[in-house]
């Protein structure tokens, strides 16, 4: 093989085993730069979990210590016992050690985006997720949709769903996997804040336990803290 032969070679080589990256749309970057997936820093707010019948009503005081800033309000439409509290502050603390969840954001394969629709109101962009660190293989099989409304330039919506049913791991068969986030958009000085994620799973494992399941978390009663 001649010299230019060999170069144009391994130039080829390079280009496959490292595609050029795609240029993040305008629209999209500045939309991601200020986009936070849980409620940003220094807010208060209140937030309602029910799942499979069941409801959990909890209060974030941005104001209060590091450790004492999450409390229990209702359990299942009722006040919570005594042991509920103690058993939910520990629980809190445990999950208090273990740090923070990764930023979706760094998720999102950006140099695979598209867009998928445009109006005057709003963009819509897809892309496909990178694979976490641990082995689970199930962000290989999810697409992003991410919806930017364009007089704020604030994400409004971020959905996570399956392309066809997967296997995660061995035994594992998920038929339908969808999680979709909304956000109000920023207005009268607040930023865009989280309002509600709504999570739905279809699947077996094992072929005959049950992985069925809804979940839905709203958030409201938004407030700046301020510190004593």
């Known amino acids: 093989m001649r010299f ?24 999209l970057a500045a939309a991601l730069e200020h ?12 937030q309602t979990t029910v799942a499979e019948g069941r409801s959990t009503v909890e209060r974030f005081d941005a104001a209060r210590p590091e450790f004492a800033r999450w409390s229990l309000v209702r359990k299942d439409d009722r006040a919570p016992t005594a042991a509920e509290l103690q058993e939910y502050g520990e629980g809190r603390s445990r999950r208090s050690r273990t740090g923070t969840a990764p930023d979706l954001k760094d998720q999102f394969l950006l140099a695979a985006v598209e867009l998928v629709s445009t109006t005057p109101e709003r963009l819509t962009y897809r892309c496909p ?23 704020t330039g604030a994400i409004e919506s ?6 066809g049913p997967f296997s995660p791991a061995f035994g594992v068969k998920i038929a339908e996997l969808r999680t979709l986030m909304t956000y109000s958009l920023p207005q009268d000085g607040r930023p865009a804040l989280p309002h509600q994620v709504t999570t739905r799973v279809r699947g077996t494992a094992f072929w005959f336990k049950s992985l069925d399941g809804d979940l839905t978390v709203t958030f409201s009663d938004y407030a700046r803290a301020t510190r004593p």
């Not at 849980?38 to 209140?46: L, Q």
């Not at 971020?158 to 392309?163: D, F, G, K």
């Open 35 to 46: 986009f936070r997936s849980e409620p940003p820093r220094g807010w208060s707010f209140t």
């Open 129 to 151: 997720l990178r694979q976490g660190e641990s082995r689970d293989q199930t962000a290989l099989h999810l697409r992003a949709t991410l919806v930017v409304h364009r007089a």
């Open 158 to 163: 971020v959905e996570l769903a399956s392309q």
């Open 4 to 27: 230019h032969d060999a170069m144009r070679f391994l130039f080829l080589l390079c280009v496959l085993a490292f595609p050029l990256r795609a240029e993040v749309p305008r629209e």
